[in-house]
């Protein structure tokens, strides 16, 4: 009698540790170990300064982007107050630092939680209101927390701003570009692990579940409202330490950056990137961060040979517009960003040479 032998061909998964899994394979792992070993141990010390400077601004950009990618991208709530709650957690973090003395490694995390509260607070409309409603209900708070970070002096010291004590650990000061890129980035690989981690769980199911039907979540047994709750908890708490480190980086804060502007530059990180995918906010990041620098080059070098003066010409417009345009043309190209650019390119890469 022939026997005959069945081998599986193609990924099969048996068990939900399978189904759950970062990385599908160990290749997978082993790259990714390889590239972020490169990336620590020579990026600080081959790149120039201002290279340095613009890989942190993309690192602390990156971490407040994957919140807002939880809150709208996975759970479908509109936040217009992201760029508020960023702020919210640069004043809490220098408060603590210069009120009560508490050293960065505690300040920084707590900010993040005094943030995760205020955002719970201007999250509460989204029990009743979605959609339309909900964004505005969003931008009454970025303009509610604006005006408190500028008039509230006793506190938050007003336009005159707050100069940030170093930042140490025992003896050793965490000062210059170098120094910070260690911090940022070990802080942005935690954030970002932990918001995977989270996307598994049930947490992230039933975001999931409330951003594609909320009414069908609710039938299901979801209780919408908390979940709603602890999504923009979560996106603050992102928001809050992201805004901690920025201002112990930039050593002295003003309530200027934390603009309506800075709210619209994170929704389009996350729409850029791709709505719904961790490593679609870095990529979000990553690539309006440039696209700012690249703006103010151009901005600097059309004044320098006196384009500008010459023609009267207002470039204060400019960046919205390329913003603006830069959301239009995803939209229409290419609506889930940046992330399944990258992922058509990676399957490319896995069939070469053929393909099949």
């Known amino acids: 009698m022939r026997r005959f032998s069945f081998h599986p061909c193609?990924?099969?998964?048996?068990?939900?540790?399978?189904?759950?899994?970062?990385?599908?394979?160990d290749y997978g792992r082993i790259c990714m170990g390889i590239f972020l070993l490169l990336f620590f141990f020579a990026a600080p010390f081959i790149v120039s300064p201002y290279m340095l400077y613009v890989l942190n601004t993309i690192g602390i950009a990156a971490i407040a982007a994957i919140g807002l990618n939880i809150l709208v991208g996975y759970t479908g709530q509109i936040s217009l107050g992201h760029g508020a709650f960023f702020g919210v957690g640069a004043y809490a973090a220098a408060i603590l630092a210069t009120r009560l003395g508490i050293g960065f490694y505690f300040a920084i995390p707590a900010?993040?939680?005094?943030?995760?509260?205020?955002?719970m607070v201007f999250g509460i409309p989204s029990g009743r209101l979605k959609g339309l409603y909900l964004t505005i209900a969003t931008l009454a708070g970025q303009?509610?927390?604006?005006?408190?970070?500028?008039?509230?002096?006793?506190?938050?010291?007003?336009?005159?701003?707050?100069?940030?004590?170093?930042?140490?650990?025992?003896?050793?000061?965490?000062?210059?570009d170098r120094a910070f890129f260690f911090l940022i980035f070990v802080s942005l690989v935690l954030m970002t692990w932990f918001a995977v981690n989270i996307m598994r769980s049930k947490y992230?199911?039933?975001f999931i579940a409330i951003r594609d039907n909320d009414r069908a979540a609710e039938g299901m047994g979801i209780p919408i409202f908390k979940y709603k709750l602890l999504s923009f908890a979560i996106s603050s708490f992102y928001a809050g330490f992201a805004g901690a480190l920025w201002a112990y980086y930039m050593v002295s804060i003003t309530a200027e950056p934390f603009n309506l502007s800075l709210s619209v530059e994170y929704i389009a990180m996350v729409i850029i990137g791709g709505m719904g995918n961790i490593p679609g906010a870095i990529f979000g990041a990553t690539f309006i961060t440039l696209l700012n620098e690249f703006l103010r080059y151009i901005t600097g070098?059309?004044?320098?040979?006196?384009?500008?003066?010459s023609s009267g010409l207002n470039m204060a417009p400019l960046r919205e517009f390329v913003f603006g345009l830069a959301i239009v043309l995803f939209i229409l190209l290419e609506p889930r960003g940046l992330a399944e650019l990258w992922r058509i390119i990676r399957s490319s890469f896995r069939l070469w040479p053929f393909s099949y």
């Open 10 to 25: 193609g990924n099969y998964r048996e068990k939900y540790a399978q189904e759950l899994t970062i990385f599908e394979t």
């Open 301 to 309: 070098l059309l004044m320098n040979i006196g384009v500008i003066t």
């Open 204 to 206: 992230g199911r039933a």
């Open 143 to 176: 303009f509610i927390i604006e005006y408190v970070l500028v008039h509230w002096d006793s506190l938050t010291k007003g336009t005159m701003g707050i100069t940030i004590p170093a930042a140490k650990i025992f003896n050793w000061e965490i000062a210059g």
């Open 111 to 119: 900010a993040g939680i005094i943030t995760a509260l205020v955002g």
